[in-house]
C-alpha cells in the first residue's frame, strides 16, 4: 500500500523560501502524477502543482511565478519549493498521489499526512 | 478557473438520516467531479470519483450523482463515523479546484 509523508520545516520567515520533501513508500514514484495541495482557513484547499513521474510539471497559475516542484526517482520522492512567502502561505501542506486514467479521469488518493508550515518572524 | 460552490456549508443530522451535499460548477466539467470525506486531523480521503464511482473500500452508502453543472453527493443512511467534511473537487481542467466545504455535525 502506497503511503506519502511530507517533512521540512514548520516555520519559515517571511521573504524566504518554504521547502518541502514527499517521501513516497510502499510503491514506485513511476506512471503517476504527484500533486501538492495545501490547506488553509481563509482560502480551503488549493492545488499548489504536480509533476509527472516523467518530469513535466503543471502550476497554479496563482502561484506558478514562486513554484518550483522537482522528482528525484532514485529516492522516491519529490519537493516542493516556494519562494518569497507571506504570512499568507502559512497552511497546511498535503502531498498526494494523482490518479489518471486514459480517459483523463483523475482523483487524488492517497495523501500524506499532511504539514503545517507556519510563516512568521 | 473553474468555481465550485457547495450548498449547505453545514448541516446537522442524525445517525440514520438520509444527508444530501450539493456542489455546482461555475462551467461544464462533465463528469469530472470528486468527492472527499475529510475527518478532524486526518488528510482528506476520496469517497466517489468521475461523479458516480465508489472507490474501493467505501460503503455503498455513499452515492453521487450529476446533472449538468450539479452534483450530488448522497450518504444513505448516517454512520457515527460519516460525521465529518466533505469536499468536492472538479479534475476536468487546471488549476483543479474544490468547494469550501460541509461539515455533517450531530442533531
Known amino acids: 500500500q502506497v503511503q506519502l509523508q511530507e517533512s521540512g520545516p514548520g516555520l519559515v520567515k517571511p521573504s524566504e523560501t518554504l521547502s518541502l520533501t514527499c517521501t513516497v513508500s510502499?510503491?514506485?514514484?513511476?506512471?503517476?502524477?504527484w500533486s501538492w495541495i495545501r490547506q488553509s482557513p481563509g482560502k480551503g484547499l488549493e492545488w499548489i502543482g504536480y509533476?509527472?513521474?516523467?518530469?513535466?510539471?503543471n502550476y497554479n497559475p496563482y502561484l506558478e511565478s514562486r513554484v518550483t516542484i522537482l522528482l528525484d526517482t532514485s529516492k522516491n520522492q519529490f519537493s516542493l519549493k516556494l519562494t518569497s512567502v507571506t504570512a499568507a502561505d502559512t497552511a497546511l501542506y498535503y502531498c498526494?498521489?494523482?490518479?489518471?486514467?486514459?480517459?483523463?479521469?483523475?482523483?487524488?488518493?492517497?495523501w500524506g499526512q499532511g504539514t503545517l508550515v507556519t510563516v512568521s518572524s | 478557473d473553474i468555481q465550485m460552490t457547495q450548498s449547505p456549508s453545514s448541516l446537522s443530522a442524525s445517525v440514520g438520516d438520509s444527508v444530501t451535499i450539493s456542489c455546482r460548477a461555475s462551467?461544464?466539467?462533465?463528469?469530472?467531479l470528486n468527492w472527499y470525506q475529510q475527518k478532524p486531523g486526518q488528510a482528506p480521503q476520496v469517497l466517489i470519483y468521475a461523479a458516480s464511482s465508489l472507490e474501493s473500500g467505501v460503503p455503498s452508502r455513499f452515492s453521487g450523482s450529476a446533472s449538468g453543472t450539479e452534483f450530488t453527493l448522497t450518504i444513505s443512511s448516517l454512520q457515527k463515523e460519516d460525521f465529518a467534511t466533505y469536499y468536492c473537487q472538479q479534475s476536468y481542467s487546471t488549476p483543479w479546484t474544490f468547494g469550501q466545504g460541509t461539515k455533517v455535525e450531530v442533531k
Open positions: 510502499g510503491g514506485s514514484i513511476s506512471n503517476y502524477y
Open positions: 462551467q461544464t466539467i462533465y463528469t469530472y
Open positions: 498526494a498521489r494523482q490518479t489518471m486514467t486514459h480517459h483523463g479521469v483523475n482523483w487524488f488518493d492517497p
Open positions: 509533476i509527472l513521474y516523467t518530469g513535466t510539471t
